[in-house]
């Protein structure tokens, strides 16, 4: 992962750092290149634009460039701007202290990775010891149900018991009572995706927001498909009160692209990732710590 961008971002500080003394002059060839490369990483650009501007008003002050490390300064400042860029310093971490059930939602386009995100979630909060509960609301495609259900039995946890053809705001109106009554302290609502975002999927998924209003609306992202998935995030943003995102398949050869700029583009904090097919590949996300990844 990120693996283009970091070496690209290690040969212009490579550069930058055989100069010694810097001058305006090479900070504005710097921030040249690294425009170039954040480009090539797919990054959205008007976040490309608006992270230069910051980087090269802190580069290029006197207290930087007559530094005894200049090129160090700067490194650092790309490291702080890029962390920022990412969330660092909000908090990313899922609201769940209110009176359960709670319910959760995860919501998303068909492949990016809804149904096995809940199977995560899932096994993520009974680690935390709460009872979750797994409610399956897509009622189009019966292979996501089966699927929820398969992820159920491998979890032991209860997946509620929805048909294909049921109303889907129905299915989770019933699951929330189900679960005050039974014990579960949280319910995990996998909705319906479509290949492209329709105004049917949004009326629908506006509806069961209406209904269970949901503590979080989390938007399932895949990583793989960049800037596709930061467009299709910011269309839900608007038609929707997401509460944060979660970003699939940061283990593939992602460029980093929808990474770098769903933050900054939705507004929203990326709180979870996905870091490989298996259950417990589920993460929380630090901004921090991937800015330190990328800059190796
Ligand atoms: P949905 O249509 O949104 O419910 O997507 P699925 O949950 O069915 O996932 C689609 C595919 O992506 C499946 O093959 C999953 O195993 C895979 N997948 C989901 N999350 C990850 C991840 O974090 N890393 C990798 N490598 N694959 C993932």
């Known amino acids: 992962?990120?693996?283009?961008?970091?070496?690209?971002?290690?040969?212009?500080?490579?550069?930058?750092?055989?100069?010694?003394?810097?001058?305006?002059?090479?900070?504005?060839?710097?921030?040249?290149?690294?425009?170039?490369?954040?480009?090539?990483?797919?990054?959205?650009?008007?976040?490309?634009?608006?992270?230069?501007?910051?980087?090269?008003?802190?580069?290029?002050?006197?207290?930087?460039?007559?530094?005894?490390?200049?090129?160090?300064?700067?490194?650092?400042?790309v490291r702080e701007e890029l962390s920022r860029l990412m969330g660092e310093g909000e908090d990313n971490t899922l609201n769940l202290s209110v009176k359960p059930p709670v319910p959760i939602m995860l919501c998303g386009l068909q492949g990016a990775g809804?149904?096995?995100?809940?199977?995560?979630?899932?096994?993520?909060?009974?680690?935390?010891?709460?009872?979750?509960?797994?409610?399956?609301?897509?009622?189009?495609?019966?292979?996501?149900?089966?699927?929820?259900?398969?992820?159920?039995?491998?979890?032991?946890?209860?997946?509620?018991?929805?048909?294909a053809g049921q109303d889907p705001v129905d299915i989770c109106d019933q699951a929330l009572r189900y679960a005050e009554l039974n014990g579960f302290d949280t319910i995990i609502l996998d909705t319906a995706g479509r290949l492209h975002v329709d105004t049917e999927l949004m009326g629908e998924l506006q509806r069961i927001v209406n209904k269970v209003q949901p503590?979080?609306?989390?938007?399932?992202?895949?990583?793989?498909?960049?800037?596709?998935?930061?467009?299709?995030?910011?269309?839900?943003?608007?038609?929707?009160?997401?509460?944060g995102v979660i970003l699939t398949k940061l283990d593939g050869d992602a460029r980093g692209g929808a990474a770098l700029s769903i933050r900054e583009v939705t507004g929203k904090p990326i709180k979870l990732v996905g870091m490989g097919e298996k259950l417990d590949a589920l993460e929380q996300f630090y901004p921090d710590r991937m800015a330190q990844r990328i800059l190796g």
């Not at 650009?45 to 530094?67: N, P, T």
């Not at 929820?148 to 039995?153: A, I, P, Q, S, Y």
């Not at 979080?216 to 299709?232: H, K, S, Y």
């Open 114 to 163: 809804k149904t096995t995100t809940c199977g995560k979630l899932a096994l993520k909060l009974r680690r935390e010891k709460r009872n979750p509960m797994l409610v399956p609301a897509d009622v189009y495609r019966p292979a996501a149900i089966a699927q929820l259900k398969t992820l159920g039995r491998q979890l032991d946890v209860e997946v509620f018991d929805s048909q």
């Open 215 to 243: 503590q979080e609306i989390l938007f399932v992202a895949d990583a793989m498909t960049g800037q596709d998935a930061v467009t299709v995030a910011a269309s839900f943003d608007e038609q929707l009160p997401l509460t």
């Open 1 to 77: 992962m990120f693996d283009t961008l970091s070496d690209k971002l290690d040969s212009v500080f490579k550069k930058l750092r055989g100069h010694g003394r810097l001058t305006e002059q090479h900070i504005k060839e710097t921030m040249r290149e690294i425009r170039l490369v954040l480009l090539e990483a797919d990054v959205n650009f008007r976040v490309v634009k608006s992270f230069i501007a910051k980087v090269s008003e802190r580069a290029a002050s006197q207290e930087i460039l007559k530094s005894l490390t200049p090129a160090q300064q700067v490194i650092k400042v």
